[in-house]
């Protein structure tokens, strides 16, 4: 095998007819791993031994050697990316050519603070600007470089409703008021539409003081200045 190329084993059984099933193993999946049809694919140089296993105890081997095959390249497969801040981006790159031995890259960005991107290359936008995005190969230092432009954070309508039913011992039943208006209220945010977004809305019913705050915390959490936040508390 060249690299990370694969083939296509082929186990048969003699006499013919006399079984079908059969179990794939290779010696060293670190070198060559093989899966459940036979297809048997390069991981890395060096050799390994590919065993099929039929019934009644019968196998057959087939010694396989993977050759280096040296990276000449990378590329993006995008022209460049914009996104919002705090929005997330998969950026998708291949090393070449596609059987390339070592499929490994490492990924920067320039200037710093515009944009995060982590080892699985999911970029995110921090703060509004412009930066470059930067691939490089392990194997030959190849690299290639994609613009990243990072506007500001769409602005979120979000909602805390919070209805408060439980009295003291001295009423005698619970009044359903509360509930009621938070219902009313979460259907009407519920059928807006606030430029082109919709209300994200929060419930709580009977919460504590220290569970209040929480739920606001929460419900609010890396909130921005353009961002619409509305908090509703009724207690009848």
Do not use: K
């Amino acid at each position: 095998l060249e690299g990370r190329s694969s083939f296509q084993l082929t186990a048969s059984f003699s006499p013919e007819g006399t079984g079908s099933l059969v179990y794939w193993e290779s010696s060293d999946v670190g070198v060559a791993r093989v899966d459940a049809q036979g297809v048997v694919t390069g991981r890395s140089p060096g050799e390994a031994v590919v065993t099929a296993y039929g019934a009644c105890g019968v196998s057959a081997q087939c010694r396989v050697e993977v050759r280096h095959v040296p990276a000449t390249g990378v590329r993006l497969l995008a022209a460049g990316v914009t996104l919002n801040v705090g929005d997330d981006a998969a950026i998708e790159c291949a090393v070449l050519p596609e059987n390339a031995s070592d499929p490994r890259v490492e990924f920067s960005i320039a200037p710093g603070g515009v944009a995060e991107i982590n080892r699985r290359g999911v970029l995110r936008g921090v703060a509004e600007g412009e930066a470059v995005l930067t691939v490089r190969a392990r194997d030959g230092g190849w690299e290639a470089s994609i613009p990243v432009s990072v506007g500001p954070a769409p602005r979120r309508w979000r909602a805390l409703l919070v209805g408060e039913q439980g009295y003291a011992a001295t009423v005698a039943a619970v009044r359903t008021g509360s509930a009621n208006s938070v219902a009313a209220i979460r259907s009407m945010l519920g059928a807006l539409s606030m430029d082109g977004a919709r209300w994200q809305v929060n419930t709580r019913l009977d919460a504590s003081r220290d569970g209040v705050l929480a739920a606001i915390g929460e419900a609010f959490a890396g909130a921005s200045e353009g961002d619409m936040n509305l908090f509703y508390i009724t207690c009848h």
